[in-house]
T-cell receptor, first 114, second 114 residues
Framework: AQSVTQPDIHITVSEGASLELRCNYSYGATPYLFWYVQSPGQGLQLLLKYFSGDTLVQGIKGFEAEFKRSQSSFNLRKPSVHWSDAAEYFCAVGSGTGGFKTIFGAGTRLFVKA | NAGVTQTPKFQVLKTGQSMTLQCAQDMNHNSMYWYRQDPGMGLRLIYYSASEGTTDKGEVPNGYNVSRLNKREFSLRLESAAPSQTSVYFC?????????????FGPGTRLTVT
């Protein structure tokens, strides 16, 4: 069965510092992988996705993620965090069987300090 | 282009009452989804509809029913609300061809059952 683990419930970084959010997945085949962001009181917005090809994918707002099959990981990175990046981040894995079902991780809340 | 809309935004029910959450999308997507979001648990899939005329259970379907009224609309019904159904409910839609699998989310409905 598919599953997604985000080991960090919350992370605090200083504005301007680099960020890495961890994500590990379990899936039998090549996964479809996503990172979504949720600002307070809002729905989720897609940051980036990986289906195949180049294992380093670029997303919106300066985010990138790297797919590492050997580690079953899809970590999200940003070189310099802005205060507006404070939000909750969800990693997700999907399959195309019977429609397209996506399993979400529990989320990592990012706090940014001045 | 409104994207995914949900009504109502907030609702308070007493135990045993029923209600229907409405969702509509204007992106001509084939697939639609209902999730619930609870603290520390990420998003859990309640039901999904891979295409008009079909619906399937997700991870946590008990206590809910759905109707895919047409391609645009996908409603979620609570027949007899219970306090355990207090949650934030999100509707989402996606296309499921040509690698367009990312989901677009509505703003959510915050439901409290007393």
């Amino acid at each position: 069965a598919q599953s997604v683990t985000q080991p960090d419930i919350h992370i605090t970084v200083s504005e301007g510092a680099s960020l890495e959010l961890r994500c590990n997945y379990s899936y039998g085949a090549t996964p479809y992988l996503f990172w979504y962001v949720q600002s307070p009181g809002q729905g989720l917005q897609l940051l980036l996705k990986y289906f195949s090809g180049d294992t380093l994918v670029q997303g919106i707002k300066g985010f990138e993620a790297e797919f590492k099959r050997s580690q079953s990981s899809f970590n999200l990175r940003k070189p310099s965090v802005h205060w507006s990046d404070a939000a909750e981040y969800f990693c997700a894995v999907g399959s195309g069987t019977g429609g397209f079902k996506t399993i979400f991780g529990a989320g990592t809340r990012l706090f940014v300090k001045a | 282009n409104a994207g995914v809309t949900q009504t109502p935004k907030f609702q308070v029910l007493k135990t045993g009452q029923s209600m229907t959450l409405q969702c509509a999308q204007d992106m001509n997507h084939n697939s639609m989804y209902w999730y619930r979001q609870d603290p520390g648990m990420g998003l859990r899939l309640i039901y999904y509809s891979a295409s008009e005329g079909t619906t399937d259970k997700g991870e946590v379907p008990n206590g809910y029913n759905v109707s895919r009224l047409n391609k645009r609309e996908f409603s979620l019904r609570l027949e007899s609300a219970a306090p355990s159904q207090t949650s934030v409910y999100f509707c989402a839609s996606s296309e499921t061809w040509d690698s367009k699998y990312e989901q677009y989310f509505g703003p959510g409905t915050r439901l409290t059952v007393t």
